[in-house]
């Protein structure tokens, strides 16, 4: 059973920035695919930033060139460097792997 344990939502203002961390508690090896996903208001999950298979990182079109998805030093962890926040990036944000675990997600808020 693999537990995925996310932190760093806050509430910020438009323009600044957050650092979102997932790890992966019990996983009895590496993650290959790891990814976060966004539920904002009035919206379905969508995908923020996904580690595929093969090592790339896939991005969701709203976020290009805002955030960037990188592997932490701890084991099965990754890290969600979100710049210049925008209004509509307000959501829950949850970490997943497959085939069906995810977070319970971490709050964030951009204030404008």
């Known amino acids: 059973q693999v537990q995925l344990v996310e932190s760093g939502g806050d509430l910020v203002q438009v323009g600044e920035s957050l650092r979102l961390a997932c790890v992966a508690i019990?996983?009895?090896?590496?993650?290959?695919?790891m990814a976060w996903y966004r539920q904002t208001p009035g919206n379905e999950r969508e995908s923020v930033a996904t580690y595929t298979h093969d090592g790339r990182v896939r991005y969701g079109e709203s976020v290009k060139d805002r955030f960037t998805l990188s592997r932490d030093l701890t084991p099965n962890s990754i890290v969600l460097q979100m710049n210049n926040l925008r209004s509509e990036d307000t959501g829950r944000y949850f970490c997943n792997t497959p085939p069906v675990y995810w977070g319970q997600g971490t709050q964030v808020t951009v204030s404008s």
């Open positions: 019990g996983a009895s090896s590496r993650l290959n695919i």
